[in-house]
Nanobody
Framework: QVQLVESGGGLVQAGGSLRLSCAAS????????MAWYRQAPGKERELVAG???????NYANSVKGRFTISRDNAGNTVYLQMNSLRPEDTATYYC?????????WGQGTQVTVSS
């Protein structure tokens, strides 16, 4: 059984920072790409940032220069450092990983940015 467990969401004022974490556990043979998505009420889920096993990262234009995605040395935990947060960053953030050639999602963590 493979699980993605997220942590780190919360309420923060505009301009503040939060760090999200997502740990993959279970019977993992291959773990390739990991990413963070977000979904705001009434909107579609969108990619925020992704990181390959090689460490290559990509970002949505809306978060470039403010968010940083990273992975730990073992490669099983992905982080999202979010700085200079804006009210429009308010959403439920979901961790995604491709494990054993299957797609897995975390349960979601709420990020709320007040103005």
């Amino acid at each position: 059984q493979v699980q993605l467990v997220e942590s780190g969401g919360g309420l923060v004022q505009a301009g503040g920072s939060l760090r999200l974490s997502c740990a993959a556990s279970g019977s993992i043979r291959t773990l390739s790409g990991m990413a963070w998505y977000r979904q705001a009420p009434g909107k579609e889920r969108e990619l925020v940032a992704g990181i390959a096993a090689s460490g290559t990262a990509n970002y949505a234009n809306s978060v470039k220069g403010r968010f940083t995605i990273s992975r730990d040395n073992a490669g099983n935990t992905v982080y999202l450092q979010m700085n200079s947060l804006r009210p429009e960053d308010t959403a439920t953030y979901y961790c995604y990983a491709q494990i054993n050639y299957l797609k897995y999602w975390g349960q979601g963590t709420q990020v709320t940015v007040s103005s």
